[in-house]
């Protein structure tokens, strides 16, 4: 039972995977593979087996210097910023709690910070869906904008 994170393509079977949240199950079925051909997005696929066990899609973000980053991340730079957001992350219902969403979050992370190497990008940000998610993505280095604490944000220079 070999674990394999892959870019989402047309061989793998998007049906049967349910992570408990409708929306995200949805997006998975009916959108991942029109933003990827449209160039939208990128989705990556945690693969047991055959089997979608988890994923999470990557997107460019511009970021205006008007939002409300922390004081300590808007020295010297200007005003439109490029960055990139974890747009979802997911994992099915039977996988859950057993360190598959911080593999995935890894794996997120190395792609932008090989993505950034490649086009510049200074930011990863995050929207959590509650705050035990912004807990979660906290303990891996992300910070909460002042003015919305459930979106938040890491230089992609922090990333290890």
């Known amino acids: 039972m070999a674990l394999s994170i892959r870019s989402l393509d047309r061989s793998h079977d998007l049906n049967s995977f349910n992570c408990g949240n409708i929306a ?13 051909k449209k160039n939208i997005s990128r989705t990556f696929v945690l693969m047991q087996d055959e089997i979608i066990i988890g994923y999470y899609s990557l997107a460019i973000r511009g970021l ?8 300590n ?53 995050v929207d959590a869906k509650d705050t035990e998610l912004a807990t979660f993505y906290a303990r891996y280095g ?19």
């Open 24 to 36: 995200l199950d949805a997006w998975l079925k009916n959108t991942s593979r029109q933003h990827q």
């Open 64 to 71: 205006m210097l008007t939002e409300a980053l922390p004081k």
């Open 73 to 125: 991340m808007k020295k010297s730079l200007p005003l439109n910023v490029p960055a990139m957001t974890l747009a979802r992350l997911a994992v099915s219902l039977q996988e859950q709690k057993k360190g598959h969403g911080e593999r995935l979050l890894l794996d997120a992370m190395t792609q932008v910070k090989t993505a950034s190497r490649l086009i510049g990008g200074s930011f990863l940000f």
């Open 142 to 160: 992300f910070v909460a904008l002042p003015d919305a604490p459930l979106t938040l944000c890491m230089p992609i220079a922090d990333i290890p």
